[in-house]
């Protein structure tokens, strides 16, 4: 039952139930029915503080759902560059295929999102010049 507590109020943004929750040991890396952590769930809907907060936590950054995808692909999947940048300074894996055979960098380009995909190709030149 913590569980979904838990990982409802990291997907609607409840920054002050997650903060309690994990003052009193929620597990950071629980699931839901989709293999979906609260750092998928709240990096999806946009919620910064809260992904800050699963990091700092040491949530798993690199976490794969039922469908192959990370934190990481939510965030670019629904246009949440702040999130983006975050989830890759925390060394999110931006070559990871999804179950479609997609990275990040394919979802970034079919949706038009430039500023996303400046971003992901930043990081990639980093890794190359690293």
């Given at each position: 039952?913590?569980?979904?507590?838990?990982?409802?109020?990291?997907e609607?943004?409840?920054?002050?139930?997650v903060?309690?929750?994990?003052?009193?040991?929620?597990?950071?890396?629980?699931?839901?029915?989709?293999?979906?952590?609260?750092?998928?769930?709240?990096?999806?809907?946009g919620?910064?503080?809260?992904?800050?907060?699963l990091?700092?936590?040491?949530?798993?950054?690199?976490k794969?759902?039922?469908r192959?995808?990370?934190?990481?692909?939510?965030?670019?999947?629904?246009?949440?560059?702040d999130?983006?940048?975050?989830l890759?300074?925390?060394?999110?894996?931006?070559?990871?295929?999804?179950?479609?055979?997609?990275?990040?960098?394919?979802?970034?380009?079919?949706?038009?999102?430039?500023a996303?995909?400046?971003?992901?190709?930043?990081?990639?030149?980093?890794?190359?010049?690293?």
């Open positions: 039952m913590e569980e979904s507590k838990f990982l409802d109020a990291a609607n943004g409840d920054l002050d139930t903060k309690k929750l994990i003052s009193e040991s929620a597990d950071v890396d629980s699931m839901d029915e989709h293999d979906r952590t609260a750092l998928m769930k709240s990096a999806k809907h919620h910064l503080e809260i992904v800050k907060l990091l700092e936590n040491a949530a798993e950054v690199n794969r759902d039922n192959g995808t990370t934190a990481l692909y939510w965030a670019v999947a629904n246009h949440h560059k999130i983006t940048e975050l890759i300074e925390h060394d999110a894996d931006i070559h990871v295929i999804d179950d479609r055979g997609w990275n990040v960098m394919d979802h970034a380009k079919s949706t038009g999102d430039n996303i995909v400046v971003l992901l190709e930043r990081a990639m030149a980093a890794e190359k010049t690293g």
